[in-house]
């Protein structure tokens, strides 16, 4: 079976065999989505992600349950109701798909007025996956929905989650921002640089101890060396999963990002995730993300592209001045954030996942290649223009 791989820089072509990735996913219906024979289960992705074939196609008709193919967008198909009239519908009881559709929903729906118009008691729980799940984001589905709002966390590499919430054997509460606790035969751990487990709440590379389980990835199509290079050098002995995270005192696992959107300004190594969640508790802010980019005297700054609700009016200045206070007054005068544009959309994949490597390639004016994964690339230009017209990055001095 071949999977190809994300937008995040690495080795296309990801195999697994087919018996043992079905054998995962027949156990992760059960024992993570807590779904059976006739129940209806709904993965709103594109078909051809992993999430697409995996639980979409392959682990909701090898357990018996009715499977929904959906094409289209939360928003304006026709309106931010979409979700709820597909699950009133065909009487969704799991619900699984990218926290992004839902900030996209927020902003053009923030009091989930349209929710009022459907019977959706029949969801019983709502799965998150693809970005990690903003507290703000969280919260508001949990209020809305007053069901379960898991966010889980796996990637295209490992072809089934890798932490979750296990409805299906013991459901323990939810913690926002948490993807909750490894799933059975991954052995999570967080290291340092010394390749040493790291002590709760220190943050590290979280990776999954060797023998991996079944359904993961064995090999790289063609060029098994680069498989070796790029996910077993890193830590010896273990799978390098690229993402940066942490445990709690009681074993909740948080993945911050990946690893490379760490960045060091002026000697400070601090996580755009953690300035991510403050800019996105802002009531204004639908959706948002912050990027590293080159800077001439400190190395790298923090820049804020922001996604606004409809109906906000507050000027870019003022949103900017409340936004450099939030993260001043909860990480410290040494972020340095203090750069922020407003922009109409930003660029994903089909998965909803963020861009943000390439937002930090066009704000440094270096070269790249659209990855045939992003959803519409008309937003690169975008982006670009409104990078420009701020005067952000080396891209608008080059140009000014």
């Not at 928003?75 to 519908?89: L, M, N, S």
């Not at 001045?321 to 922009?343: D, P, S, W």
């Not at 992003?374 to 670009?384: F, G």
Request: hydrophobic share 40%; proline share 7%.
């Amino acid at each position: 079976m071949l999977y190809t791989s994300g937008t995040t820089g690495k080795p296309k072509g990801v195999v697994r065999d087919n018996g043992g990735h079905a054998v995962a996913l027949r156990y992760s219906m059960q024992a993570i989505y807590d779904v059976g024979p006739g129940d209806v289960f709904w993965a709103a992705s594109d078909v051809g992600w992993v999430v697409g074939h995996s639980y979409i196609v392959y682990a909701p008709l090898i357990t018996g349950c009715t499977t929904i193919l959906f094409e289209g967008k939360p928003v304006r198909t026709p309106d931010a109701g979409t979700f709820w009239r597909v699950i009133e519908e065909h009487q969704v009881k799991v619900f699984f798909t990218a926290p992004t559709g839902f900030r996209a929903m927020r902003k053009e729906d923030p009091e989930s007025l349209l929710l009022r118009d459907y019977d959706i008691s029949c969801l019983q729980a709502l799965f998150v996956a693809g970005e990690r799940t903003d507290p703000p984001t969280y919260h508001w589905l949990c209020d809305i929905l007053n069901i379960p709002v898991i966010d889980h966390w796996w990637q295209t590499e490992t072809g089934w989650p890798v932490a979750a919430n296990l409805r299906g054997v013991e459901p323990r509460p939810t913690l926002a921002g948490s993807a909750s606790f490894p799933v059975p035969g991954f052995e999570v751990q967080v290291l340092g640089s010394d390749h040493e487990p790291l002590a709760a709440e220190e943050e590290g590379d979280v990776v999954i101890r060797l023998p991996l389980p079944p359904g993961c990835m064995s090999t790289v199509w063609g060029d098994h060396q680069r498989y070796l290079d790029a996910y077993m050098e890193q830590h010896p002995g273990y799978y390098h999963t690229g993402d940066g995270g942490y445990f709690d005192a009681d074993g909740y696992l948080y993945i911050m990002g990946r690893t490379d959107d760490v960045i060091n300004v002026a000697g400070h190594r601090l996580s755009t995730g953690e300035m991510e969640e403050i800019v996105a508790a802002h009531p204004a802010i639908a959706e948002c993300a912050v990027v590293g980019i080159e800077d001439r005297d400190k190395g790298q700054l923090p820049v804020g592209l922001l996604i606004l609700k409809d109906g906000v009016q507050l000027s870019a200045a003022q949103l900017e001045a409340e936004l450099v206070a939030m993260v001043r007054q909860a990480i410290g005068a040494f972020a340095n954030f203090k750069q922020t544009v407003v922009v109409s959309r930003l660029p994903k994949t089909r998965s909803g996942k963020i861009l943000r490597q390439i937002i930090r390639k066009i704000a440094d004016d270096k070269p790249f290649d659209p990855p045939a994964t992003i959803d519409d690339p008309s937003v690169l230009v975008e982006i670009r223009e409104a990078l420009m017209t701020a005067g952000i990055g080396q891209m608008a001095e080059t140009q000014g």
